[in-house]
């Protein structure tokens, strides 16, 4: 069983469109989660960190439920320039610092 | 300030032969972090620098597969001999020293392997 699961996708939706994103995570030792962002033939950078009361930025909110293991990302108010792939992440360790990737779900936004 | 590096960005070998993966943390963290995407799959940690010592090398595939950080600074990745699974694109990460806590990750643009 993967240890991130995701929807790969691909979503299509125009300007203006709010979109949502899940995934689910396997592995109940996991202790911190994010949503990364990577557009086509770049690295992967962090879009924002995913707790459990709910987090919020601009448009972007990420919610965490532990209960279920289930990771969210809203996005309010889409942009052309909000097309990438979005990856679903999961992080434990020693110092939390091995992360476990989901393989990404795919946004285009057109005008 | 410059972000983590990596060189080279693509490299093309056949099977059998040895490739060395560069990457060139930001400067002043402590925490180096290799990751591997093969095709059509997730990116998968590989191993954890803390400074020189190796924190966490269980992702590691084989032991074709050799991890230095000398002085803790810069870092290479070795795959002796190559073959042809290994293809994929190899990602370092950095971050600063956060005791039991999360810091950031920053990425290098990757290294994009394809043996022959």
């Known amino acids: 069983r993967k240890e991130v699961e995701q929807d790969p996708g691909p979503f299509n939706v125009p300007e203006g469109a709010t979109v949502a994103f899940n995934c689910t995570y396997s592995n109940s030792a996991s202790q911190s989660f994010f949503w990364y962002r990577q557009d086509c033939r770049k690295e992967p950078k962090l879009l924002m960190s995913?707790?459990?009361s709910g987090n919020e930025d601009g448009r972007f909110t990420a919610q965490l439920n532990r209960a279920s293991q289930y990771i969210s990302l809203l996005i309010r108010d889409s942009k052309l320039s909000d097309s990438a792939t979005y990856l679903c992440v999961a992080g434990r360790g020693s110092t939390l610092g091995r992360l476990y990737f989901g393989r990404g779900t795919q946004l285009t936004v057109w005008p | 300030e410059a972000g983590v590096t990596q060189f080279p960005s693509h490299s093309v070998i056949e099977k059998g032969q040895t490739v060395t993966l560069r990457c060139d943390p930001i400067?002043?963290?402590?925490?180096l972090y290799w990751y591997r995407r093969v095709m059509g799959k997730e990116i998968k940690f590989l191993l954890h620098f803390v400074k020189e010592s190796k924190q966490d090398e269980s992702g590691m595939p084989n032991n074709r597969f050799l991890a230095e950080r000398t002085g803790g600074t810069y870092s290479t990745l070795k795959v002796q001999p190559a073959e042809l699974e290994d293809s994929g694109v190899y990602f370092c990460?950095?971050?600063?020293?956060?005791?039991?806590?999360?810091?950031?990750?920053?990425f290098g643009p990757g290294t994009r392997l394809t043996v022959l």
């Open positions: 990460a950095s971050s600063k020293t956060g005791g039991l806590y999360y810091n950031e990750q920053f």
């Open positions: 995913v707790y459990s």
């Open positions: 400067s002043g963290h402590d925490n």
